[in-house]
Nanobody, 119 residues
């Protein structure tokens, strides 16, 4: 059974930093890609950063130059380093991994971790 467990959220002042961690219960190579999504109240869930199995990395424009996604293949971990944070980064952050089976996408989600940036 696939489980993703996030940690590292919390309260930080604007300009500060936080590091999120996601522990996968299976090998990260099982996923076509892993990433971080976030959802603020009243908003849709949005992609923040994603890393594919081949190592291709993509970021939302709003976090480019501030956030860094990385993966520890040996320990089945995914990280999101968030620097120079802004109040608009406040959201629940979710770890995601997805597989491709029979041309269908199968998503797995963590429970989410709250990140709050004070102005």
């Amino acid at each position: 059974q696939v489980q993703l467990l996030e940690s590292g959220g919390g309260l930080v002042a604007a300009g500060g930093s936080l590091r999120l961690s996601c522990a996968a219960s299976v090998s990260v190579f099982r996923f076509a890609a892993m990433g971080w999504y976030r959802q603020a109240p009243g908003n849709q869930r949005e992609l923040v950063a994603e890393i594919t199995g081949g190592g291709y990395i993509d970021y939302a424009d709003s976090v480019k130059g501030r956030f860094t996604v990385s993966r520890d293949d040996a320990n089945n971990m995914l990280y999101l380093q968030m620097n120079n944070m802004r109040p608009e980064d406040t959201a629940v952050y979710y770890c995601n991994g997805h597989e491709l089976r029979d041309y269908r996408r199968l998503d797995y989600w963590g429970q989410g971790t709250q990140v709050t940036v004070s102005s």
